[in-house]
């Protein structure tokens, strides 16, 4: 069963409120849920695993920049439960801070059982002096989907926005948060056409100020295609030749 892009959701807030995504309507369960969180600051800060529970990080821990506006960025999965209709992160940070979410949905992923939701480990990058974030290249394999995660601390407004790299403009998902220091993260896809390896290409960050001031956090991600389902005819003929073995 080929991946494919089912929706998204993004969310944002300051350090006073959640940050809470309302996931797509019509999802059903086995749907594979990747959710970004980020928060900017001036210190190190991570936002908690959603308070729906199930999730799971995906790196394994924060992936943390430090510059004079620092961020934290986490990434976490989750097989949908077919009932969640939201995603929730605890407000976290100091009195300055912005919490920033997206997410993306797909189906066609392989099960935790199949050795999914990963073909191979997902790969991490940071940086500072910018806020055009730069994905790692991961290996690959056929059936693939590639994902990638940019996020960013800085100043300069609500209006900052990231353009995708070349082969990961379709959906993208997109959320800044304007305070004292400011919240960026986006998310895209590619569902066939990358290399192994593949090096997917930078996040441009617009109408942010002072670069120089400014740090980036990164991930990319593999997602392993479902094995393909073995029809009822097909069972059967398998069973009779075995017993006819």
């Not at 969180?37 to 790196?59: F, I, K, S």
């Not at 094995?227 to 069973?239: D, E, F, G, N, Y």
Request: with cysteine; proline share 5%.
């Amino acid at each position: 069963m080929a991946i494919s892009y089912f929706g998204q959701g993004v969310a944002s807030s300051s350090p006073t409120a959640d940050a809470q995504i309302t996931l797509p309507g019509s999802m059903v369960a086995g749907d594979l849920i990747v959710v970004a969180a980020a928060v900017a600051d001036t210190t190190n800060n991570a936002l908690g695993a959603p308070t729906e529970g199930g999730y799971t990080d995906a790196v394994g821990s924060t992936l943390y920049s430090d510059d004079v506006n620092d961020v934290n960025l986490n990434v976490f999965y989750k097989y949908h439960n077919g009932s969640d209709t939201t995603i929730t992160f605890g407000d976290v940070g100091g009195s300055n801070a912005s919490n920033v979410a997206v997410c993306m949905v797909f189906r066609g992923v392989a099960s935790a059982a199949q050795g999914g939701p990963f073909s191979t480990a997902p790969t991490t990058a940071s940086g500072n002096g910018t806020s055009n974030a730069d994905p790692a290249q991961i290996a690959t394999a056929a059936g693939d989907a590639v994902v990638i995660v940019g996020a960013s601390g800085h100043t300069g407004g609500a209006t900052a926005t990231y353009t995708n790299p070349t082969n990961y403009t379709t959906n993208p998902a997109v959320r800044a948060h304007n305070d004292t220091i400011d919240g960026l993260v986006g998310m895209g896809y590619r569902l066939s056409g990358y290399s192994n390896p593949e090096n997917p290409g930078a996040f441009t960050a617009a109408t942010i100020g002072t670069a120089a001031d400014n740090a980036w956090a990164a991930i990319t991600m593999a997602l392993k295609e479902a094995p393909p389902a073995i029809s009822k005819p097909k069972v059967m003929h398998h069973l009779k030749t075995m017993a006819a073995a």
